[in-house]
């Protein structure tokens, strides 16, 4: 084919050429780079070669490709070719289809049979085959023949269409990949006749996205799988966005109308929704209860941890109040320290039950109890007979985050990991499919629950044996788990299982006013002398646009008093805006790690967002990644930058060596996505971490976010000092805001599933609504205040015996919803316009 130069204005770019070789192929993505031989463009291009990235499946060196894409001008390969869609061309022609099936991928046909398949089929053969092997039927094929064509054209072209058509669906390589992972050879057919599967069946799978092309190629837009999908879309909204285990019927199908009106603008009637619903049910892809509605995973999560937390409650503990008792004197004097009335109750408890809940803000002792229930722990084993290595191994320590678990480890001395390796999962499969032996050992302490969501303890309490004691300990007013439900904080609202709530500060540092300014946020307020500089915080006033100079001069005085950007660490709320995330990284990044001649960087885009990687960067993991022993918020450092170009790269491929404490870590760059500059992060993100210095900046611009549990979360992260920068009324409404309480039903399903099975405590009745009880202490938490039990503790010298736990209700039974829908769903019209609009949703932030 001649060469030639057809450029047409608003064309899209096009490029037909020979592929020469695969200059990179990512391991766990179709992500590839190639060398292109040009024939044909029709855009403006100097030389015979192009590069082409994008995802391909397996594609055939020496054949001929259609690319569709973008021209693209990369920083240090100049310019890319990045193709959106490709196809092969040498199956196009007769004589080119009649080479393929009869070459080597296809053994045992020949010329012969492959010139009558495409005499008979025509040049869409392969299509059509791939669509309904049938059609090979009359055409003289054997039993066999048949089978290995059609095999082998699922394994190479349907692979290949497959990607095509996830890439017209704009699917980048790693959703393409997971998607073409979890359908393999069915995913060509799925994407043509039930696109809309995906969206419940893969995480990621947007209903916008595939509706949007769905309804262009003329669907019709009341397709019963298309309600439904719209239908699932709503819930995810609700349980992704707004962190909720459910949504109300109401609420549901306005969501869900809106969002099928939104591309197509055919009115959807009510009763469709309804229909579909009852469909969904069905399919136990979503449960009903009442008009709640759920989708099956997470209620299944919420029903499985009420459960299991009254199976466990019933377990009597191991060891007697009196003996622990003794120990406890013991471990208190080793550890030379004077326990309060708090402390002390707070550790009798949690040794002589099966499960125990501790909640306290910052410096109120929660790590001082972790030590000294570890130590009387350990005694109390060696007590009973077991040598010192089954000691060591019966007790474990875990966190959500690998940061948490560090702080853990550090805080107790002893090993701690993260949940989802004590657990042995990844975090990438599925939950509801997985089926692990149970863990090992007696004692199991979680640290920082609040961040802690449904489904991954609904799988923790699963995998836990009535055996093993079981604490759980946090901080109750830090923001919720990223993933629907707030357990943690359920947990302790149900007001009926064995918990203390810490109050009494024990910090010594005698000018710490940070943890007081905490406490007075905690309840809503903000201290008068908010402003005035004290020994450990300060407030310089601030407007949006002047936050970037006021932050620049913070950051210059730190490096000039001679501090490292390990100790300190900016938390704003969102990623946008000039006082967000993204702009104080490139601020702080030209102050901590200015650019020079001689610096490594590596161009890197996060949606609109580009910045340059540079050897020295402070980053962040953004996912877990167990293999490499790296999880989501840990922070690291860029030691090398290497381009594939470099003789000494031995990879040839172009990658960044990140340092996290002594871990290192190779990140190509279809890996790049899972790390980002961490001078600055989220609030959220900084969840189970602590540092010395913490530089918050508030302004009103981040209007929704501004939240009582988010200025405390980012409040509590402040080791040493704390400096505040901003609009002081954005400081009082994030105070004064409570926020949005998440919708779950786990305070009920555990109310209902305890009831009467426990030594009566205070009246629940008077307790206001979403407020935890607190057991009363004297507020200095010296020990002998009466009340000084919370409602379920033993009160006797041995645990509540099982007995007394006989009257449980049957709970998370599903009721049967086919009634309840049909007469409940939507035929109200007069629905508040305002309900089911959603707030923030945590892709601003995470
Ligand atoms: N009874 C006590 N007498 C004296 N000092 C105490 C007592 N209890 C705790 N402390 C000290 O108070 C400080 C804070 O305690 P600890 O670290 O256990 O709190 P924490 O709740 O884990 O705090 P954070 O969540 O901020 O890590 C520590 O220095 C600890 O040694």
Redesign the pocket.
């Known amino acids: 084919m001649d060469k030639a130069l057809k450029l047409m204005v608003d064309e899209t770019p096009e490029l037909v050429g020979q592929v020469q070789g695969i200059i990179f192929a990512a391991t766990d993505s179709f992500y590839k780079v190639l060398a292109v031989q040009i024939d044909e463009m029709n855009f403006e291009y100097e030389g015979d070669e192009i590069t082409v990235t994008g995802s391909f499946g397996d594609l055939q060196i020496g054949s001929n490709y259609q690319f569709t894409g973008q021209l693209k001008n990369h920083a240090r390969f100049g310019q890319q070719f990045a193709s959106e869609h490709y196809q092969r061309l040498d199956t196009s022609s007769a004589e080119g289809l009649v080479q393929y099936l009869s070459g080597d991928d296809f053994t045992g046909i020949g010329t012969k049979t492959a010139e009558k398949i495409v005499d008979s089929l025509g040049t869409d053969a392969i299509d059509q085959i791939l669509d309904n092997p049938a059609v090979l039927n009359n055409l003289g094929l054997s039993e066999k023949q048949s089978a290995t064509m059609v095999e082998q054209l699922k394994q190479s072209d349907g692979m290949e269409r497959a990607i095509i058509a996830l890439n017209q669906f704009g699917f980048g390589s790693a959703l393409a990949t997971t998607i073409y992972e979890h359908y393999e050879n069915d995913t060509l057919e799925i994407i043509k006749s039930d696109p809309y599967r995906m969206v419940w069946e893969i995480d990621g799978v947007s209903f916008n996205r595939i509706d949007q092309i769905v309804v262009q190629g003329g669907l019709d837009p009341l397709d019963p799988r298309r309600i439904q999908a719209g239908i699932v879309a709503a819930m995810n909204q609700a349980t992704f966005e707004q962190g909720d285990t459910f949504i109300e019927l109401k609420e549901l199908s306005l969501v869900a109308k809106r969002a099928l009106e939104r591309n197509d603008h055919t009115r959807i009637e009510p009763e469709l929704i309804q229909k579909a619903l009852l469909d969904l049910v069905e399919q136990e892809i979503i449960v009903a209860d009442d008009e709640r509605l759920f989708m099956a995973d997470l209620y299944y999560a919420e029903v499985g941890i009420a459960q299991r937390i009254v199976e466990l409650n019933e377990q009597k503990g191991t060891f007697k109040r009196s003996e622990v008792e003794k120990i406890l004197n013991k471990v208190e004097k080793v ?1 030379q ?4 009335n708090e ?1 002390h109750e707070a550790m009798l408890a949690a040794l002589t039950s099966k499960l125990f809940i501790l909640t ?12 000294g229930v570890v130590a009387a722990f350990q005694q109390l084993l060696s007590q009973s007979g077991l040598d010192q290595d089954k000691i060591a191994s019966a007790i474990k320590l875990a966190a959500p985050t690998g940061r948490a678990a560090k ?1 853990l480890s550090e ?1 107790t001395g002893m090993p701690a990991a993260t949940i989802h390796r004590l657990l042995g999962i990844s975090g990438r499969e599925s939950l509801a499919d997985l089926d692990l032996d149970p863990l090992e050992g007696q004692l199991l302490i979680i640290d920082e629950m609040s961040m802690v969501d449904t489904e991954l303890f609904s799988f923790l309490l699963e995998n836990t044996p009535n055996s093993m004691q079981v604490i759980l ?1 946090g ?1 109750k007013d830090q923001l919720p788990s990223v993933g629907p439900g707030r357990v943690f904080f359920d947990l302790l609202s149900s007001g009926k299982l064995n918990y203390r709530e ?1 109050a ?5 540092d005698a000018d710490s006013t940070i ?1 007081e300014l905490a406490n007075d946020v905690k309840h809503g307020e903000l201290p008068d002398n908010l402003m005035q500089r004290q020994a450990d915080r300060s407030f310089f006033p601030a407007h949006a646009q002047q936050i970037p100079a006021a932050m620049e001069k913070i950051i210059v005085s730190w490096i000039e008093h001679g501090n490292s950007v390990r100790d300190m660490q900016i938390l704003a709320p969102m990623y946008k805006t000039s006082a967000g995330v993204n702009q104080l990284n490139l601020l702080a990044q030209a102050l901590f790690n200015p650019k020079s001649k001689q610096s490594r960087e590596l161009i890197w885009r996060e949606g609109d967002f580009e910045f340059g990687f540079r050897v020295g960067d402070k980053v962040m993991q953004k996912a877990n990644d167990p293999e490499h022993d790296v999880f989501n918020g840990d922070i690291g450092y860029i030691k090398t930058i290497m381009f594939a170009k470099e003789a000494e790269n031995e990879i040839k491929a172009d990658y960044i060596e990140v340092d996290f404490d002594g871990n290192y870590v190779l990140y190509q760059r279809s890996d790049l996505m899972n790390i980002t500059l961490a001078y600055a992060t989220t609030i959220h993100k900084a969840q189970g971490g ?1 540092y010395s210095l913490v530089i918050l900046p508030l302004v009103q611009a981040f209007n929704r976010m501004l939240q009582r549990n988010l200025l405390y979360t980012g409040l ?1 992260r402040a ?1 040493d000092s704390l400096v505040l920068l901003g609009e002081p009324d954005a400081y009082r409404q994030a105070a004064e805001t409570e926020g949005a309480k998440r919708q779950t039903m786990l305070p009920t399903r555990l109310e209902k599933a305890l009831v009467g099975i426990l030594p009566k405590g205070p009246s629940q009745a008077v307790r206001p609504q979403n407020e935890i009880p607190t057991p009363s202490y004297d507020i200095n ?1 010296q020990r002998g205040a009466p009340e000084a039990q919370s409602v379920n503790d033993p009160k006797e010298d041995d645990a509540v015996p099982a007995e007394v736990y006989q009257t449980k209700q049957t709970i998370g039974a599903v009721p049967t919803i086919a009634t309840r829908l049909n007469n409940a769903i939507i035929q109200d019209q007069t629905i508040d316009p305002n309900v089911g609009m959603m707030g923030v949703s945590p892709y601003d932030f995470m």
């Open positions: 550890q320290l004077e326990y309060t402390q306290g803000g910052p410096g109120t002792g929660k790590t001082t109890i972790i030590n702080r805080a300990v901080d810490l009494t500060i024990h910090r010594q943890i602590e509590t080791k938490g």
